[in-house]
């Protein structure tokens, strides 16, 4: 399965599993770490978000397979990459594409 992150891919009533987790990872990756009163350590590192270095970009791929470890841990990360867009910024916005898998045992 490969999601492409999007805030506006969220929904609140998901129909199956695979929805569900797609919503999940959106909250996930589009969450920065510290905005989550009771769990400031949910979300992405905001100090790597405006990076669009080659570092940069390695470092938010760290973040974002470590948040989705510990808070979806019914996937398993298979490949990051990004899709830079640079109509919205000047210095281009880098939008993760992940590929993921279920495991197993979350598969009906």
Known sequence: MIIT???DN?????RNIA???IQNINI???TVMGNVPLDRKFGIDGKIIDDS?????SKLMISIIESIQDF??????????FEE?????????LIPKLEVKIKDEYIS
């Open 5 to 7: 992150v999007n805030s």
């Open 10 to 14: 969220i929904t609140l009533t998901p």
């Open 19 to 21: 929805e569900e987790i």
């Open 28 to 30: 996930i990756v589009t």
């Open 53 to 57: 270095s080659i570092l940069g970009k």
């Open 72 to 81: 979806e841990p019914r996937i398993e990360v298979t490949n990051i990459s």
């Open 85 to 93: 867009n640079y109509e919205k910024a000047e210095e281009g916005i």
